[in-house]
């Protein structure tokens, strides 16, 4: 693999060269593991009773419970049956993670980025296994919006219409921001402020109207210690910035699912879990149109809550009325202790406990993992990688041959245990 670089994505203008980590690596454990890491997913069930050696970490694939009252209805993906597997019924796991995620009821999406798409493995494997997309940068409003009242919604319609093609829904990500926010807006102050942001919110939510499932009308708004970030232009305008936000998406796009996002609130008694808490709670209490909250889950395996703290989690927002769903899943190992083999089982561990606390919630509704492939992922570029320690961090469930890596086996089976 050398030095790739994608033209007009977002991520490489201010970054550089995409972080290039030893192939080599992964390559050598794919051979270790033999034709049983190269299997689909119903492969790996069938090819661990067939004399492959299990992970000794999970438990067989479990046979898919009873479908819930109004879940999605699970895909037709049984594999032929051979007659002596006929003859003990052990059920099929199915290929696709959007047919794994249907068996839960739930939708399972994936961040994508037109910048990819001249490569056709790449819009073939993201339509196979989802059934959700989010814009990872497409949607920004550095993308939508560079210069004021210049809108430009070119890669955003392609999503859309990929999507359209493909059966998934969209998750809009996202309105206010203050990343990838243009410096044209940062410039700005008091009522000029709010009078762009909501030209902006309206603006976007009109266009797309109809076409989006879910959107995250306001991203990252409170800081570390739950008071809203000092360095967002919009925290000065007080919280009702966030109301006012979701007020105007409502208007423009009745329909549309409207989400509060966020990262690090994982954690049942972070200080800055409880700041979204009471954020999303007082606009709950003030009647705003709040759906749902979106937990990001960008996990870093040195210090994360377990399945059972995420639940915990997830329960308390969830008693607000609000819908849950798992917004940016990723699993960097770079920093978990151990040979390649040994972080990729972790990882499986870990997203299998990641996903199984959504599936645990009977209103977390989806989960969306931040990437296709290892080598699509932020956590694979320099101006990110650091975030999470030394890498290479391959937080996603595909490698970059697009082949399903060990936490692909995992989320199946997340899926799979309800
Ligand atoms: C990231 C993208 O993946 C990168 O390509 C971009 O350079 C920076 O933003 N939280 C969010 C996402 O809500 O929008 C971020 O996406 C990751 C953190």
């Not at 699509?376 to 999470?388: C, I, Q």
Request: proline share 9%; hydrophobic share 40%.
């Amino acid at each position: 693999m050398g030095v790739q670089v994608f033209s007009g994505c977002p991520r490489h203008r201010s970054g550089g060269a995409r972080m290039v980590y030893d192939p080599t690596m992964a390559r050598g454990f794919e051979r270790k593991m033999g034709s049983c890491f190269r299997l689909s997913a119903a492969g790996v069930a069938l090819a661990f009773s067939v004399g492959c050696s299990k992970p000794s970490t999970s438990p067989p694939v479990a046979p898919p419970p009873e479908a819930p009252a109004g879940a999605a209805v699970p895909e037709p993906e049984s594999a032929t049956v051979s007659p002596s597997e006929s003859e003990a019924p052990t059920p099929q796991a199915p290929e696709t993670l959007r047919a794994a995620a249907a068996r839960a009821g739930r939708k399972i999406g994936v961040a994508l980025g037109t910048y990819f798409f001249d490569d056709p493995q790449y819009k073939e494997v993201a339509a196979r296994h989802f059934d959700s997309l989010t814009p990872e940068n497409e949607m920004k409003w550095e993308s939508i919006q560079p210069e004021p009242g210049k809108f430009t919604f070119e890669a955003g319609d392609k999503l859309v219409a990929f999507a359209e093609q493909n059966g998934m829904r969209v998750r809009g990500h996202t309105l206010v921001w203050h990343n990838q926010l243009p410096a044209w807006v940062k410039a700005r102050s008091g009522a000029e402020l709010e009078k762009v942001m909501l030209e902006h919110v309206r603006t976007t939510a009109a266009h797309f109207r109809g076409k989006i499932a879910q959107w995250d009308v306001v991203n990252e708004a409170v800081d570390e210690t739950g008071a809203l970030r000092k360095n967002s232009p919009f925290s000065a305008l007080g919280r009702e910035y966030v109301a006012k936000a979701f007020r105007a998406a409502h208007e423009a796009d009745p329909n549309a699912r409207l989400y509060y996002n966020d990262y690090d609130i994982e954690a049942p008694s972070d200080p800055k879990s409880e700041g979204a808490y009471q954020l999303v709670k007082w606009l709950k209490e003030s009647g705003v149109p709040i759906h749902g909250m979106g937990f990001q889950v960008h996990v870093d395996p040195r210090k994360w809550p377990t399945g059972a703290e995420m639940q915990r989690t997830f329960e308390r927002f969830a008693a607000l009325g609000l819908e849950i769903e798992i917004t940016e899943l990723d699993v960097p190992v770079g920093e978990i202790p151990g040979t390649l083999e040994q972080k990729l089982a972790e990882q499986r561990r870990i997203t299998k406990e990641m996903i199984g606390a959504c599936v645990a919630v009977p209103t977390c509704t989806g989960v969306t993992l931040w990437g296709l492939a290892d080598k699509h992922s932020w956590l694979s570029t320099p101006e990110w990688a650091p975030r999470r320690g030394k890498g290479p961090h391959l937080p996603l469930l595909f490698d970059d041959d697009y082949q399903p890596k060990p936490a692909f086996t995992g989320a199946v089976e997340a899926f799979l245990q309800r």
